[in-house]
């Protein structure tokens, strides 16, 4: 098991994962182009991307499950391949339990392949089970069960050896809130052990609650690739959002503002080369404005996706 | 954590799914079906046979026969061997039919010297035909023959030793020049039992492919495949499979071979297939051709679930590789006569074909070939690792495409690469 200390200097940590200019061609079409990131011990990063960018192919590489055709990754400071299964907990997107038997024996056989001797396969399956709430529907068919309480079965199962490397493609689809909480809970659980965690979603909220990191693909090509600061640094105009009473709605006496505009009943002021938010505040302040909400501008994770997707060169700005 | 080694996955996948299968109602029910279908089937017959030999047992546990005799020759009363001949006139022996005593009364007519005509009058049986009554009849019938000649041979005051004769003129006593057993001795035997043995084979690989088809489809369909193949590699998981899967099939046939065992004596199966001279070696290397076939026949099978789009597909393709394994079965009879056969050879060295063939060729050849069997064995060891990796690199690279069928250069390429 990885162990990693809160002071721990990022930079001595192994990475988990890394990938180094991979590439994967299927047919015709070149499914992941050129993509590098890397995953550290107890961090969440957060795989980000249209259907079809390439996430699963990359999930599937780092697994060892294909092959790329060009680059290199490493996996646990190695090549990928059998010896790391016991190591990694895979959430697939296309997933699925044995209908016709108990979910308790699914999950003690998923245990046993991973490598924990059967009867304690079975007392983690018990446990786990018991903490999302099918405690009552452990011996039941997988074909008895409903969608969320499959979704958690097979959650269960991706950590019941309680691996270094979770890869986990949409955790959280299709349940209601309190499962998603509950379900999202369990998993940071995992980083919280020191798991590394590669997390594929189109939830941008979730995303951006969540994940230490994120990485944007799209056509196999990285768009996006930082903290989540970062990201939004980037991607940031500089505006800034205030909201209050006799708030100026021109730039007139607000000398660091070169535009103001209402917005929804805030304004939003874009500053002047080389005024700080920090300048715009003590002249609101000095207009005897009574401020509510001050704001610097960002947009949101989820506007961002939509403006990489779109090519938004800002992308290439993040560190 | 305990030890995931490649022989302890094996272990692992074969055991749950054997267990899975064999705990399967389905499996139950099939297993159990055919010797519930031979007992029913059994205890009607032995119903019927038994109502057909009391029949024939009558009151003093004789056959009986009433007898009216209208003709020149003399005849007398008679009780041997269990076999009972009665006379009564004809009005007499009518009467007894009319009373409800006895079945049938057998009458020779006047010109029996010159016709050999003997009537039988019989009860009615309504138009049905009872196989009791069959046999009665053919038993009354041989016996009344016998007795007839008996009375005409002692007519003609012919001594006993050639009544005897003319009861049985021959005794046929067989023997070779050299000494050695005839070729007919046992023919029977030395050709049912490789026959029944190379059956067995062909209907466990359909059943156990059976089995393999139905997880290898299954698995894909509930997608569980991503998950095992993201937990245990390919060959380990393919192997298990064969294994735990190929025990099951045994199983079910075992225990039919088991009940037809036990069930066909208890029935009176009168059968008698002679000695079967099958040395200890050659009983053992038909039992390892018989798993190496298998091996084989379970790594193409499991191939053929991987990519097949569907279960009905996989059990279509899987046929077109079925009829490997029955060729040599047509061509039984070649074995028999010809053993030293190029096509015999050729099949013995072709892997699908080569267990049934070998089976066949132990029993029947009179000094099986061991070179040319040790050939065919090393060549079948080979397929069978090399179809098993093979069929593993499908597996691998097929389950997850979900229902897209692979190029044939994709196959290669996933056959092929380099771990």
């Not at chain 1, 699925?96 to 108990?102: A, N």
């Not at chain 2, 090399?386 to 250069?409: C, E, H, K, M």
Request: proline content about 6%; aromatic content about 6%; some cysteine.
């Amino acid at each position: 098991m990885t162990s990693i200390t809160p002071d721990a200097n990022p930079a001595q940590v192994v990475p988990t994962v890394v990938v180094h200019r991979a590439w994967k061609r299927f047919g015709r079409v070149d499914v992941v182009r050129d993509l590098s990131f890397e995953v550290r011990p107890g961090e969440l990063l957060g795989f980000l991307g249209p259907n079809g960018a390439g996430k699963t192919t990359t999930m599937r590489m780092i697994l060892d499950l294909i092959r790329p055709d060009r680059g290199e990754i490493t996996v646990f400071g190695g090549a990928p391949g059998a010896r790391h299964q016991r190591r990694i907990g895979y959430l697939p997107e296309e997933r699925g339990l044995y209908r016709d038997v108990s979910v308790l024996d699914t999950l003690t056989y998923f245990g046993s392949l991973k490598g924990l001797p059967s009867r304690e396969a079975r007392r983690r399956a018990t446990r786990l089970l018991e903490e999302v709430g099918l405690g009552d529907s452990m011996r039941k068919r997988a074909s008895e069960l409903s969608r969320g309480m499959h979704q958690k079965a097979q959650v269960v199962a991706t950590i019941l050896h309680e691996p270094d490397l979770l890869i986990v493609d949409e955790p959280f689809q299709g349940l209601d809130p309190v499962n998603a909480d509950l379900l999202r809970r369990v998993v940071l659980g995992q980083r919280s052990r020191g798991a590394a965690v590669i997390m594929s979603t189109h939830n941008m909220e979730e995303a951006q609650a969540l994940c230490d990191r994120v990485l944007l693909i799209d056509h196999g090509r990285r768009l996006l690739y930082g903290t989540i600061p970062q990201v939004r640094a980037a991607f940031s105009d500089g505006a800034v959002v205030v909201r209050g009473e006799a708030v100026p709605t021109d730039p007139g006496p607000l000398r660091s503002v070169a535009e103001a505009q209402r917005v929804d009943g805030t304004v939003r002021y874009i500053l002047s080369p080389g005024r700080t938010p920090q300048d715009l505040f003590r002249e609101l302040a000095a207009l005897d404005t009574r401020v509510e909400r001050f704001e610097v501008a960002s947009p949101s994770l989820n506007e961002i996706f939509i403006l990489a997707v779109r090519g938004d060169r800002r992308a290439e700005r993040v560190p | 954590m305990i030890d995931r080694s490649f022989l302890r996955l094996i272990a692992l996948v074969a055991k749950r799914d054997y267990l899975r299968t064999v705990r399967r109602r389905g499996f139950i029910v099939g297993t159990l079906l055919l010797p519930l279908s031979i007992g029913i089937i059994g205890g009607i017959a032995s119903f019927f046979a038994g109502g057909a030999l009391d029949g024939l047992a009558g009151a003093g546990g004789d056959v009986t026969i009433t007898l009216a005799n209208e003709s020149s020759l003399g005849l007398a009363e008679e009780t041997r061997d269990g076999f009972r001949v009665r006379l009564v006139d004809r009005a007499a022996g009518l009467a007894e039919l009319d009373r409800g005593n006895g079945r049938e009364l057998y009458i020779l007519a006047d010109d029996y010297l010159a016709s050999g005509v003997v009537e039988r009058i019989a009860v009615s049986s309504g138009g049905r035909v009872d196989l009791g009554d069959l046999q009665r009849r053919q038993v009354q019938e041989n016996g009344l023959a016998d007795y007839l000649r008996r009375s005409l041979a002692a007519q003609i005051q012919l001594p006993p030793d050639r009544v005897e004769r003319l009861l049985e003129p021959v005794a046929v006593r067989e023997r070779s020049l050299d000494g050695a057993p005839p070729a007919s001795d046992g023919l029977a035997a030395r050709f049912i039992v490789p026959y029944a043995f190379s059956t067995f084979f062909v209907i466990s690989i359909f059943i156990t492919s059976g089995y393999l088809l139905q997880s290898v489809t299954e698995e894909k369909e509930n997608r569980v495949v991503e998950i095992l193949l993201s937990s245990i590699p390919a060959l380990p998981l393919m192997a298990g499979k064969i294994i735990g899967l190929g025990g099951a099939g045994l199983t079910q046939v075992a225990i039919w071979l088991a009940t037809a065992a036990i069930t066909l004596p208890a029935l009176g199966s009168r059968g008698n297939l002679g000695p079967i001279n099958l040395s200890p070696e050659a009983l053992l290397l038909a039992l390892v051709y018989f798993v190496l076939g298998y091996a084989a026949y379970g790594a193409i099978f499991s191939a053929i679930g991987a990519l097949a789009p569907g279960t009905r597909e996989a059990q279509q393709y899987s046929g077109f590789f079925g009829f490997f394994a029955v060729i040599p079965l047509i061509l039984s009879a070649l074995f028999l006569t010809n053993s030293g056969s190029p096509v015999v050879t050729g099949l013995l060295l072709l892997p699908l074909t080569a267990p049934a063939s070998a089976l066949l060729l132990l029993v029947v050849a009179p000094e099986p070939p061991w070179p040319l069997i040790g050939l065919s064995l090393a060549v079948l060891v080979a397929f069978v690792v090399l179809a098993t990796v093979a069929s593993a690199r499908i597996f691998r690279a097929t389950l997850l495409l979900y229902g897209v069928r692979p190029s044939l250069r994709q196959l290669a390429s996933a056959v092929f690469a380099r771990d």
